[in-house]
């Protein structure tokens, strides 16, 4: 048994949802399948979720932003009709839409939540209709009845352990089960969206769940590139990987998956195949458990701006016991998250993540560490790029170090921070943003040419 | 006015304090001197300060080891003999000792200080008198009459910040002053050590109390070695170093000087002068507060043996907020100090001191982690060395860290740890200690060679 998860771009319009269902058709083996809402079908097009999102904001009181939601409307209208489907399937469509705008009007907490769903549970309905009218035995599965159980958070629900064994009942189901990505039910029954790009999460939640022989990701291209294909032109397709290498990867800006999301799938060592809905006969990117054979030590480069460092030093600071703990404690009473602390004897860095401390935030978080840790110095640093290199046994590998540094010196850039020794597969460095490009650049070229 | 401090070796006989007055003789300058306890005469010598341990550690009741009491009257006798000194000078010194004899027989707090302290203080009525004999105006100063008061704390006393102040009552004074180095006095009048190799302390405490011009420490070696010499032959030595570069390069068993020693006389900016005793001629090594013209970054390789290193791993860590402020407050609970804490996505490694964690305690701390962080897996890896190369300005070279990095590769040694970042002047790298030596031959090769 196959799970299969179709992103924005295939499923954006009839000719795409044509290309999956043959897809589907391909292969008896593909019956569970995963869909997003539609996205953009042009350079410049609007994707239907941040439609949705700008309807929902349009709406006060009684009104709204009635250009909007005609635009969302016409999306799944055209779909419906080019596929030559019943108008029963429009109005399903439309009557959820009605549904959660009437939430927002009354000011139900997750009314927002109920709104932004419609996309992918509208691609749900027309999917499974479509593939009905080619006489597949298909049926649309909301995620209440498939067994998504979730528990809201800040910043996206996370799924109940629960929801695995629920969703394992699926197997016992006849036929193509087509199931909208993106959100799921607490257990008082209150829709809750996973953060964005939440399709991913449910393809690897229901993966798991059913304990899918293969869990397959189209996309619309043909595989994972080794490095940011914006930074270096046509970089290598990586055609394995494993999991730790992509979680790695995800981490720091690599742009197929959205980070965490294969995460349920991993758990369960269910495989998982990236592939191109434009080109499924390309064999795509393995991601597995297990280190397949290969040549080198490096996979992947991933890299991503928008760091800061806070850098303390303090006299004696290696003689006062529990200086970092207090400095760290600072910033997790201030809800200020942070990614590395390398330390010298006198002195501390902490590196996070730009958005964690904006400027109002900055002010208390230096004035406490001023007043609280008596330092002599702090000092913000922004405009800080990440970047990591990955691989399986990079950490047992001699001189691997010196081949990434030498491509930095190359470069002329000069390395700001290396955080090596945690992780047994990447190694970090941090730069200043501006250095980025030619930094990646130059090790793409290092380790890959 | 310069102070000056001489070593234990410079001061082990009669021909030593003979060597040492010629040279506070030679400049009218020197009118400071803090002297160290009696070392060791030749190879295999014991030391003063270690045999009044010994003779301490031998008092039961009244009993003691009178074989040792007597080794260390010797010293002084042989001393006050050859050089000529009246019997006095003798008999003030045994009193002395017999003094902190009779508190520890007491019982009393302290009295171990007190006997230990008797090197130093015989050493200074030693070349008083011989200054005396050899018609300089010169004096006998106690540390409480110098105004050196501490606060006793475990390990060593630390000093007060008023002692400064009365130090510079010192420069009223007239003639040569003669201070016994390695204690002070608390407020209650209660004698207490610094901790080994606490002459140093007082040096720089006296130097930076009375503002000396320069404060020269001599010892038996004629500079500062760029690296350790027991792991690479002959090497380099420093004309000029700076104070970070000196406190970092003490920091990892850079073997001159006493870590955290000079500090007070950094604080006051005041210029350090390494020299010896046996060649008093030779240049000997200036430690400044600012970098002073030279080629290249890298003025020093420091390296030690005795890390290790807590790997924790934990699945979803980097989502956790507090983790690692968690873990670092586990090892404060403890009393565990460490040293570096690296960290990748889902895992953390602490770098530590071996003695700071012995088996029983181990064990206490890999349980609570266990227990209360929930992880993966933790995992203890002992043998850990560490090595620093220290220089000025690092933090700008573009290429630094590729040149040490190939040092490693050439030498066939997998970096465990890099750290890199937090301080401007050094780059830590941790290897296992078996690697320790190739590495850092390799790296003295490649920055000095």
Do not use: W
């Not at 800040?154 to 699926?170: D, I, K, N």
């Not at 394995?240 to 995460?263: K, P």
């Not at 016991?321 to 760290?328: C, E, T, V």
């Not at 691989?391 to 290396?418: H, Y």
């Amino acid at each position: 048994m196959k799970v299969v998860k179709f992103g924005g771009s295939s499923v954006s319009n009839a000719e795409q949802i044509k290309k999956i269902t043959d897809i589907i058709e391909a292969d008896h083996e593909r019956s569970v399948i995963v869909v997003s809402a539609p996205g953009k079908r042009f350079s410049g097009d609007e994707k239907v979720t941040d439609l949705l999102i700008k309807l929902g904001d349009s709406i006060h009181g009684s009104s709204f932003d009635r250009s909007v939601y005609d635009q969302v409307l016409n999306r799944f209208r055209s779909n419906v009709n080019e596929l030559g489907l019943r108008e029963e399937v429009f109005t399903a469509v439309q009557s959820k839409i009605d549904e959660a705008m009437d939430l927002i009007k009354e000011g139900v907490p997750y009314g927002m939540d109920a709104l932004k769903s419609c996309g992918e549970d509208g691609s749900a309905l027309v999917i499974s209709a479509y593939l009905t009218s080619r006489h597949q035995k298909a049926s649309y599965v909301n995620p209440r009845d498939a067994g998504i159980i979730v528990r809201n958070q800040l910043g996206g629900a996370l799924v109940h352990e629960e929801s695995f064994e629920r969703l394992y009942q699926l197997r016992e189901r006849d036929g193509i089960l087509v199931i909208p990505g993106f959100f799921g039910f607490t257990p008082n029954g209150q829709l809750v969206t996973f953060s964005r790009g939440g399709s991913d999460i449910t393809g690897a939640i229901v993966a798991a769940g059913v304990k899918a022989d293969l869990y397959e990701n189209f996309t619309d291209v043909d595989s994972v590139y080794c490095v940011n294909p914006n930074i270096v032109d046509q970089p290598k397709q990586l055609t394995s990987l494993t999991y730790r290498e992509m979680r790695e990867l995800s981490y720091a800006g690599f742009s197929v998956f959205h980070d965490e999301a294969l995460i349920p799938a991993f758990r369960e060592k269910i495989p998982v195949c990236i592939k191109n809905t434009n080109n499924p006969e390309a064999p795509g990117t393995m991601i597995v458990a297990e280190q397949p054979d290969r040549e080198g030590h490096v996979v992947g480069i991933a890299s991503d701006h928008g760091f800061l460092n806070i850098y303390v030093s303090k006299f004696l600071m290696n003689r006062e016991i529990g200086f970092g703990r207090r400095l760290l404690q600072i910033l997790e009473d201030e809800e200020v998250s942070f990614e590395h602390a390398p330390s010298g004897i006198d002195d501390m860095s902490v590196i996070l993540r730009d958005y964690q401390l904006p400027q109002e935030k900055e002010e208390v978080v230096v004035k406490r560490i001023k007043d609280e840790l008596d330092v002599d110095m702090v000092l913000i640093e922004r405009d800080m790029a990440m970047i990591m290199i990955v691989g399986e046994g990079m950490n047992q590998a001699v001189g691997l170090a010196s081949q990434a540094a030498t491509a930095f010196k190359d470069a002329g850039v000069n390395i700001e921070m290396i955080n090596q020794g945690s992780s047994e597969v990447s190694m970090m460095f941090g730069v200043k943003s501006e250095s980025l490009t030619a930094a990646v650049q130059a090790l793409y070229k290092n380790f890959f040419e």
